[in-house]
C-alpha cells in the first residue's frame, strides 16, 4: 500500500517530465537561427550562405571554387555549442554546418522516432534545405552513431568522418539504458533522476577538472530545464539499439579519423581501438591527459589533426 501511494504522489510529477514540446522556449539566444526540417523546428549555423552574394572576381579571372562543406554533429545531452572551438579552424578551409539535433539544445522536442537513423534524416534534410549535396561529417560521442547511421543511409553523400570518443556499440550503453527501454521504468527513472547531480555527470567527462565550471554547470541545468527535455532525453535512449547496426560498420568505407581522449572513462579507449578495426579506412589518434571532450581538452592537437585531415580529402583525386 505505501508503495501505491508514492507511486501516486509521484504521479502529477512523472507526468510533466514526460510531455514533449515544439516551438520556441523561454531563453531562446536573441541570434539563434531555426528552419523547419520535415515539421521541426531546427536551431542551426552556417558559415556559407548559399544566398550570399558573391566576391566580385577580377575581370577574365574564374569564379571562386565554391568551399567544401563539413557538417558538425553533437552528441546525447549536449548543443552545437560544443562545436566552438572547432569552428574557427575548420570554417577556414570549409563551410561548416552545425545544429542542434531533435530533442536537444533549442531544437523541437517532439513525439516521434529519436534513433540515429531518424537523426541521421534529419541531418541530411537540413543539408537538402542549405544546397548541400555531399559533405562530411565530424561528429562526437552519440552524435557518431549518428554519423554512421547518416553514411549507411547515403554513402555517396558522405565524402570522410572524423569521429569524437565514438558511442557506437550496444556494450557500451550503461545498466541504466537498458532498464529504461521497460515502459514505466524509464519513465520514472528518468522523470527522478535524469535532471539530478548534472555537475557530477559533467565531472566525469573531463580528465582536467578545471573545465568543470560554474557557468558551465549552470548551463546544463538550465538546458535540462526546457520543456520536452526529459521525455526526448529518455526517446533518445530508447532509440539507441546498436546490436544490428554495429554488424554493418564493417561495410563503411569512408576515410575515417577517430579522435579519442585517453582517459576517457564515458567511452573508454577500448572502443576507439575496436572501431579502428571495424572501420577498414579508419585511423585512431589519442590524446594525453584528456577525456571525453577532446575538442576542448586537447583544442590545439585535435583541431590541428581534424583540419589536416579534412584537407587531405581536398587533395585526393
Known amino acids: 500500500m505505501r508503495d501505491l501511494w508514492l507511486l501516486l504522489l509521484f ?38 550562405e548559399p544566398e550570399a552574394k558573391p566576391e566580385p572576381a577580377q575581370e577574365g579571372a574564374p569564379p571562386p571554387a565554391p568551399r567544401p562543406t563539413v557538417v558538425l554533429v553533437h552528441g546525447f545531452a549536449s548543443a552545437l555549442e560544443v562545436w566552438k572551438p572547432v569552428v574557427p579552424a575548420l570554417s577556414k578551409t570549409h563551410r561548416v554546418i552545425t545544429l542542434d539535433l531533435k530533442g536537444f539544445g533549442w531544437t523541437d522536442r517532439p513525439e516521434g522516432d529519436y534513433s540515429p537513423d531518424a537523426q541521421a534524416r534529419l541531418v541530411m534534410r537540413l543539408l537538402d534545405q542549405r544546397g548541400v549535396s555531399r559533405t562530411a561529417i565530424v561528429a562526437h560521442s552519440w552524435g557518431s552513431s549518428v554519423a554512421l547511421a547518416a553514411t549507411l543511409q547515403a554513402p555517396e553523400r558522405v565524402t570522410r568522418l572524423g569521429l569524437y570518443d565514438a558511442w557506437v556499440y550496444e556494450e557500451q550503453l550503461p545498466t541504466f539504458f537498458h532498464w529504461s527501454r521497460a515502459d514505466g521504468v524509464g519513465e520514472a527513472l528518468f522523470g527522478l533522476f535524469y535532471k539530478q547531480r548534472a555537475d557530477e555527470r559533467i565531472a566525469l567527462a573531463f580528465y582536467d577538472k578545471k573545465f568543470v565550471t560554474e557557468a558551465l554547470v549552470e548551463d546544463v541545468d538550465a538546458a535540462l530545464d526546457r520543456p520536452g527535455t526529459v521525455a526526448a532525453a529518455l526517446a533518445a535512449v530508447r532509440g539507441q539499439r546498436y546490436a544490428e547496426v554495429e554488424t554493418r560498420y564493417r561495410s563503411i568505407d569512408k576515410p575515417t579519423l577517430l579522435l579519442w581522449g585517453r582517459e576517457d572513462i564515458v567511452t573508454p579507449l577500448r572502443y576507439g581501438e575496436r572501431l579502428s578495426r571495424d572501420l577498414p579506412g579508419s585511423r585512431l589518434v589519442t590524446y594525453p591527459r584528456c577525456g571525453h ?24 583525386p
Open 11 to 48: 504521479l502529477p510529477f512523472l507526468a510533466s517530465c514526460f510531455s514533449f514540446h515544439k516551438g520556441p522556449m523561454p531563453g531562446e539566444p536573441a541570434q539563434a537561427r531555426f528552419t523547419d526540417v520535415d515539421g521541426v523546428r531546427v536551431r542551426f549555423t552556417d558559415t556559407g
Open 293 to 316: 571532450f577532446p575538442m576542448i581538452e586537447a583544442i590545439a592537437a585535435s583541431n590541428r589533426d581534424i583540419a589536416a585531415f579534412l584537407a587531405e580529402g581536398e587533395k585526393a
